[in-house]
């Protein structure tokens, strides 16, 4: 948080305490348990909001569920659960270092802007180094112009962040319930605020003809490749050897500094309105929350796909 004026303005430094599994700088096999400490929290923010069922947040259901709930941000249905979950994906991604496996994520839409070009006409490597984690400068420049608007007008932003993974090896995914792309949708569905996943050609795929859709095999050096990727590099639910490549859609940040009608706890209709730091979107912050969850599917894909040649 807090690393542009695009997103909240809290400002955490996000600093790993190793706590245990790790001994002069190399993993020990034991558990690796750590901490990150949030420093610039600010609990008296959501005091009004005690008695309160904001829309679309999960205070009523998880009163529902629980029948007692923490008011103070949210809890674990708060997207800085998510910390975590970059730390282990950092871990991940050692292990598919050495596989040479590359993952990619960045900002494809925000709102109604989009980028127009395909990943592989974008230079991915680019990403990181851009404010809103989108390697299209044009498409950027507009995004950043209706962040800007719509925080103006205490409205909040939904977007698209697409994730690509390079030279992932054949053969990964189980045929029937262990599928890749159903693990790996299993896994972005898991994020905070994600609301749709596709893989390949996704929904797109329904208004193809087979004829066009099916992805032709061609030898390439010796080597069996297709000429098209529609598949998004799954095939049976068990990798290709192509990209793969899927999209994972975030709806609009729930908490607005618009007034909104709700209830209290007593039933009784209410006027509620955002106060303290939030986002007008979370999209831009969700990129490394992607690529962390992918490095995790496929690194326990290819520990599991050890034992399925015994």
């Given at each position: 948080?807090?690393?542009?004026?695009?997103?909240?303005?809290?400002?955490?430094?996000?600093k790993?305490?190793?706590?245990s599994?790790?001994?002069?700088?190399?993993?020990?096999?034991t558990?690796?348990g750590?901490?990150?400490?949030?420093k610039?929290s600010?609990?008296?923010?959501?005091?009004h909001?005690?008695?309160?069922?904001?829309p679309s947040?999960?205070?009523?259901?998880?009163?529902?569920k629980?029948?007692?709930?923490?008011?103070r941000?949210?809890?674990?249905?708060?997207?800085?659960?998510?910390?975590?979950?970059?730390v282990?994906?950092?871990?991940a991604?050692?292990?598919l270092?050495?596989?040479?496996i590359?993952?990619?994520s960045y900002?494809h839409s925000?709102?109604?802007?989009?980028?127009?070009l395909?990943?592989?006409e974008?230079?991915?490597?680019?990403t990181?180094?851009?404010?809103?984690?989108?390697?299209?400068?044009?498409a950027?420049?507009?995004?950043?112009?209706l962040?800007?608007?719509?925080?103006?007008?205490?409205?909040?932003l939904?977007?698209e962040?697409?994730?690509?993974?390079?030279?992932?090896?054949?053969?990964?995914g189980?045929?029937?319930?262990?599928?890749?792309?159903?693990?790996?949708?299993?896994?972005?569905?898991?994020i905070?605020?994600?609301?749709?996943f596709?893989?390949?050609?996704?929904?797109?795929?329904?208004?193809?003809?087979?004829?066009?859709?099916?992805?032709?095999?061609?030898n390439r050096?010796?080597?069996?490749e297709t000429?098209?990727?529609?598949s998004?590099?799954?095939?049976?639910?068990?990798?290709n050897?192509m990209?793969?490549?899927?999209k994972?859609?975030?709806?609009?940040?729930?908490t607005?500094m618009?007034?909104?009608?709700?209830?209290?706890n007593?039933g009784?209709?209410?006027?509620?309105?955002?106060?303290?730091r939030h986002?007008?979107?979370?999209?831009?912050?969700?990129?490394?929350?992607v690529?962390?969850m992918?490095?995790?599917?496929?690194?326990?894909?290819?520990?599991?796909n050890?034992?399925a040649?015994?």
């Amino acid at each position: 948080p807090g690393n542009s004026k695009y997103v909240s303005s809290r400002r955490e430094e996000d600093k790993v305490e190793i706590l245990s599994g790790v001994f002069e700088g190399k993993s020990l096999g034991t558990p690796i348990g750590f901490l990150v400490r949030n420093k610039d929290s600010k609990s008296e923010d959501y005091d009004h909001l005690k008695n309160v069922y904001r829309p679309s947040h999960a205070d009523l259901t998880w009163q529902l569920k629980y029948h007692h709930r923490d008011y103070r941000g949210g809890g674990r249905s708060s997207a800085r659960e998510t910390v975590s979950r970059v730390v282990a994906g950092a871990i991940a991604n050692l292990i598919l270092k050495k596989q040479n496996i590359s993952i990619y994520s960045y900002v494809h839409s925000i709102g109604s802007v989009e980028t127009k070009l395909n990943y592989s006409e974008l230079d991915l490597e680019t990403t990181d180094s851009s404010i809103l984690f989108c390697p299209d400068k044009s498409a950027e420049a507009e995004m950043m112009e209706l962040i800007e608007r719509t925080k103006s007008e205490g409205d909040s932003l939904g977007g698209e962040i697409i994730c690509v993974i390079k030279n992932c090896p054949a053969g990964l995914g189980e045929p029937v319930f262990d599928k890749i792309e159903a693990d790996l949708a299993k896994a972005m569905l898991s994020i905070n605020a994600v609301k749709g996943f596709e893989i390949g050609s996704g929904f797109n795929s329904t208004k193809m003809k087979g004829s066009k859709h099916n992805d032709r095999f061609v030898n390439r050096n010796g080597k069996v490749e297709t000429e098209t990727n529609f598949s998004g590099g799954v095939q049976g639910g068990i990798t290709n050897g192509m990209d793969i490549y899927f999209k994972v859609a975030f709806k609009p940040v729930a908490t607005i500094m618009k007034d909104q009608l709700t209830i209290d706890n007593e039933g009784n209709e209410i006027v509620v309105a955002g106060k303290g730091r939030h986002d007008v979107t979370v999209v831009p912050r969700a990129v490394s929350i992607v690529k962390a969850m992918a490095a995790m599917v496929i690194a326990d894909m290819i520990l599991r796909n050890k034992n399925a040649k015994i």
